[in-house]
């Protein structure tokens, strides 16, 4: 069964501070797809990248950054000089290539607070 | 490129009432997928539709139903309102495909009261 965990439920920060968000998951899948989306207070959730189980590759996007790491199971999210408007609930999910269909499993979430 | 649509933004019913929400998809996609966000039990999938068919199935009562139009706007119906059925309901898009990312709409606030 496919299984995701966010061990930090809040973190809180102070502004233009490094802040690593870890996500851990389970499947049986050799092939699997990861995901990481922001809920700002407005509610809907915004995709903020994929990673495929091939590609282990990190990936920058501007002060966002992704470390995959498949032997630890763990697909942390690194944000870079914090600011205010990265406060928001932050969700890794996995879907399984296996599973016919979408089926996405979120973790529980982690509460970022950035205070200026 | 119009999001996902979700309509209405906000609702209050009562229990034992239903209700109905309704989900646009992004132009072109044809997979649908409802999701139930609470406090306590965070994000939990409902159902996926794709084509007009349900194709996946999360673990929900039968209260819990849905279904998608041929132009893959799809609608959610809930019977017999629970307090617990309070939630925030998203829809997302996407094409269907394994590994595509889904897009969220802003969802629909369900109150019971």
Known sequence: AQKVTQAQTEISVVEKEDVTLDCVYETRDTTYYLFWYKQPPSGELVFLIRRNSFDEQNEISGRYSWNFQKSTSSFNFTITASQVVDSAVYFCALSEAENYGQNFVFGPGTRLSVLP | ?113
């Open chain 2, 1 to 113: 490129k119009a999001g996902v649509t979700q309509t209405p933004r906000y609702l209050i019913k009562t229990r034992g009432q239903q209700v109905t929400l309704s989900c646009s998809p992004i132009s072109g996609h044809r997979s649908v997928s409802w999701y139930q966000q609470t406090p306590g039990q965070g994000l939990q999938f409902l159902f996926e539709y794709f084509s007009e068919t349900q194709r996946n199935k999360g673990n929900f009562p039968g209260r819990f139903s849905g279904r998608q139009f041929s132009n893959s706007r799809s609608e959610m119906n809930v019977s017999t309102l629970e307090l617990g059925d309070s939630a925030l309901y998203l829809c997302a898009s996407s094409s269907g495909q394994a590994g595509q990312p889904q897009h969220f709409g802003d969802g629909t606030r369900l109150s019971i009261l």
